[in-house]
Antibody, heavy 120, light 113 residues
């Protein structure tokens, strides 16, 4: 059974850097084809894909947020870390990590999500 | 910034059939990338409902079905039930001159009357 769980601060100040950790079990990020992605959802709004890291350390970022995002993995700890710089109140959202699988690049399953509020 | 467009809401009485459209373009759905659908019940994380345009994961009732044609995709719910009241999102991959990556639809709220 695959599970993922997000952890990190619930409140960050504007201009600060957000660091979120996704801890997973039930699969290995060294297995060919596997990936872990981050998706966020502002309150009452739609899902937005942020970043994804593949088993071979290939990294992909949302073109609109690429300059602010960094995704890394620690295979030995079964963790994926996302950092987002220069946080703004519009970045207030629930942040999800999810297991990416083939074929087709679907996200299944998802973590429970963590709400991050950006406010001074 | 969603590049996949869905109707904001659809509704139907119990037992009826409803459909949700997901309209993309030649850089995503029309380019041949798979479309996946997710169900998000209130206060919970999204759950995969349909993958690879028309496939149901184990445990998903067969009253949920998906299809794809050209630059669009659709999700149909037949025999609508009260427990189907949720938000639904389509997802695909987009590759254009401005960059590439995964994209989600604008989301559709399904209301059971």
């Amino acid at each position: 059974q695959i599970t993922l769980k997000e952890s990190g601060p619930t409140l960050v100040k504007p201009t600060q850097t957000l660091t979120l950790t996704c801890t997973f079990s039930g699969f290995s990020l060294s297995t060919s084809g596997v990936g872990v992605g981050w998706i966020r959802q502002p309150p009452g709004k739609a899902l937005e894909w942020l970043a994804l890291i593949y088993w071979d350390d290939d990294k992909r970022y949302s073109p609109s947020l690429k300059s602010r995002l960094t995704i890394t993995k620690d295979t030995s700890k079964n963790q994926v870390v996302l950092t987002m710089t220069n946080m703004d109140p519009v970045d207030t959202a629930t942040y999800y990590c999810a297991h990416r699988r083939d074929p087709g690049g679907r996200f299944d399953p998802w973590g429970q999500g963590t709400l991050v509020t950006v406010s001074s | 910034q969603s590049v996949l467009t869905q109707p904001p809401s659809v509704s139907g009485a119990p037992g009826q059939r409803v459909t949700i459209s997901c309209t993309g373009s030649s850089s995503n759905i029309g380019a041949g990338y798979d479309v996946h659908w997710y169900q998000q019940l209130p206060g919970t994380a999204p759950k995969l409902l349909i993958y690879g345009n028309s496939n149901r994961p184990s445990g998903v009732p067969d009253r949920f079905s998906g299809s794809k044609s050209g630059t669009s995709a659709s999700l149909a719910i037949t025999g609508l039930q009260a427990e189907d009241e949720a938000d639904y999102y389509c997802q695909s991959y987009d590759s254009s001159l401005s960059g590439s990556g995964y994209v989600f639809g604008t989301g559709t709220k399904v209301t059971v009357l």
